[in-house]
């Protein structure tokens, strides 16, 4: 089993700057991709970033270029850098992570981007 905590939601003027934290705990030894997600009101779930266990990365178009996904194996932590921030990434972010047999959610944490 493995346990996240996420935490550095919050409100940020549009422009502004985010960091978002997770921190994983329990079986973290089994794990491989760390993500995340984020969802907004009414929409679908969507992949905002993901970095592999030697870090290479993939994002989405909608973020590519500002934000920036870091992890620290050794600490078993996974940020999320979030710069020039609009309104339309207002949601609540997830963490996600991929262990050899499942993946785990965190609890999920509300960033609102405000004009």
């Known amino acids: 089993q493995v346990q996240l905590v996420e935490s550095g939601g919050g409100l940020v003027q549009a422009g502004g700057s985010l960091r978002l934290s997770c921190a994983a705990s329990?079986?973290?030894?089994?794990?491989?991709?760390m993500l995340w997600y984020r969802q907004a009101p009414g929409k679908q779930r969507e992949l905002v970033a993901r970095?592999?266990?030697?870090?290479?990365?993939l994002y989405a178009d909608s973020v590519q270029g500002r934000f920036t996904i870091s992890r620290d194996n050794a600490k078993n932590t996974v940020d999320l850098q979030m710069n020039s921030l609009k309104p339309e990434d207002t949601a609540v972010y997830y963490c996600?992570?991929?262990?050899?047999?499942?993946?785990?959610w965190g609890q999920g944490t509300q960033v609102t981007v405000s004009e």
């Open positions: 329990g079986s973290t030894f089994t794990i491989n991709n």
């Open positions: 970095i592999r266990r030697w870090g290479s990365t």
């Open positions: 996600n992570v991929e262990s050899t047999t499942r993946s785990y």
